[in-house]
């Protein structure tokens, strides 16, 4: 099994879904049925394991995969010794510590003495350490918004993404604690075949995900604007300029970043810019 890595994905869950989905748009080509927790890909060396998602750390740690995909909450409190390689983006939500809605809060001293409900023991440990704060951490392992409720912790520290679990369980977000994205993981001395294919993996990750965060726009421009309008969507060496069939009209052609765009934007119609279309670039490589 040397010239072929493995990676650990999560089986079902939040990072699932995307997970695939960026390996998908990477080229490569696998089987993903229910149930089967292991497949290899057809058109690139890689295997996939199907874990939960608070194995990964540890398998990537020990070598059982070379690669993992997992959120940074998980890798924190799992604390295990991996290199980071990249952050992929998605999954993005924070740690966060949650009371009663109709308990006065002002400040960290409330949790003092209290107990509080979480699954992650070792992040909250260390945040209530570094504040000087003695609380109770009473570990759960899920539905941890429900633990003021049934009398079990006086507030809780949980995954908060929308906000909308806090709040239907009559619950108020009061301190971020650690905030946390998808990231790539993998075990630290691969070998030099394994470093190769990784090398490739990633390299098609980034070209994924520079091309997500462009977008090429076409416009079309009088010639007199020909100057202004390129200063301002300048592209990766230049614009392109095509001639329009009507006299004195350019097409113009260019790529550039969604923020520069809607930045950019008022200008490039006071400079008459008109026909603006801005589309979506699969994979881009500078
Ligand atoms: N609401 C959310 N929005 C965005 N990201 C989230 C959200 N909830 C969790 N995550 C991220 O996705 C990861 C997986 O969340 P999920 O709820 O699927 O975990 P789980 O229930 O522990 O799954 P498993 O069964 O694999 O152990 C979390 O560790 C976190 O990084
Ligand atoms: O702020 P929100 O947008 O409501 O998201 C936060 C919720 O999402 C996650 O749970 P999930 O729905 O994944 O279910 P789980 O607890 O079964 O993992 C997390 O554990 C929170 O409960
Ligand atoms: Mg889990």
Request: glycine share 8%; aromatic share 6%; net charge negative.
């Amino acid at each position: 099994m040397e010239n072929i890595i493995r990676i650990a994905v999560q089986k079902s869950g939040r990072l699932s879904e995307d997970s695939l989905s960026l390996i998908k748009e990477c080229g490569i080509k696998f089987y993903n049925g229910t149930g089967k927790l292991k497949s290899t890909s057809t058109n690139f060396p890689i295997e996939f394991l199907y874990l939960r998602d608070d194995d990964i750390p540890g398998y990537v740690a020990d070598g059982v995969a070379d690669l993992g995909i997992v959120g940074e909450n998980e890798l924190v409190e799992k604390d295990k010794s991996v290199d980071v390689l990249k952050k992929l983006g998605f999954s993005k939500c924070r740690l966060s510590l949650a009371i009663p809605k109709g308990q006065e809060y002002q400040g960290l001293s409330y949790f003092e003495g209290k107990n509080i409900a979480t699954s992650y023991t070792k992040i909250l440990g260390d945040y209530l350490k570094a504040n000087n704060i003695n609380a109770e951490i009473h570990e759960i392992s899920g539905s941890v918004e429900i633990a003021p409720s049934i009398g079990l912790a006086e507030g809780i520290c949980d995954i908060v993404s929308s906000g909308s679990t806090l709040m239907m369980n009559g619950l108020k977000e009061v301190e971020e604690i650690f905030k946390s994205e998808a990231v790539l993981i993998s075990h630290k001395g691969l070998n030099q075949e394994k470093m190769a294919i990784v090398e490739k993996l990633l390299f098609r990750i980034n070209a994924v995900q520079t091309g997500k965060s462009n977008k090429y726009v076409l416009l079309n421009a009088p010639n007199k604007s020909l100057d202004k309008i390129i200063s301002l969507i300048p592209g990766m060496r230049s614009p392109t300029i095509l001639p329009l069939a009507q006299e004195g009209w350019s097409s113009v052609h260019s790529v550039l970043s969604e923020d520069q765009f809607w930045e950019n934007i008022e200008e490039l119609r006071a400079a008459g810019a008109e026909g603006i279309l801005v589309v979506p670039i699969e994979k881009m490589v500078l």
